[in-house]
């Protein structure tokens, strides 16, 4: 396969799997709010195992090993198709509606 090919089907899967956790993220406090603890629980184990993932890949997905590959490139959305601001500040973004709803889910599920 030609390295843009491969880069461009890394992007593509990279990006999938991010839209997967970032929806997942996502609808953490919607399913507590609607009462659905074993959903929002089950999306948190999820997002938890992603978690580890980076972290045991020294704070870097491994796609993102994948994809330097096959470019020099190596501007904050090399690897992925997100802009560039998203990608730049993606795991304090997302790290934070992560956190904010695990205590949303928690204080829904105390009262």
């Known amino acids: 396969m030609h390295p843009n090919s491969s880069l461009r089907l890394i992007k593509i899967l990279h990006t999938i799997a991010w839209a997967f956790f970032a929806g997942c993220i996502l609808a953490i406090p919607i399913f507590a709010w609607l009462e ?3 959903t929002a629980a089950l999306l948190i184990g999820i997002v938890f195992i ?3 993932i980076i972290l ?6 491994p796609l993102t090993d994948i994809a330097a ?14 802009p560039l601001w998203l990608a730049r500040y993606n ?3 997302f790290g934070t509606l ?8 928690w204080i829904q599920w105390l009262v």
């Not at 992560?98 to 889910?105: E, H, V, Y």
């Open 56 to 61: 045991f890949n020294k704070w870097r997905c």
């Open 36 to 38: 659905k603890f074993t």
């Open 98 to 105: 992560f956190a904010a709803g695990l205590i949303f889910t």
């Open 91 to 93: 795991k304090q973004i």
């Open 69 to 82: 590959r096959y470019t020099d490139n190596r501007e904050d959305n090399f690897d992925i198709y997100l």
């Open 50 to 52: 992603e978690v580890f």
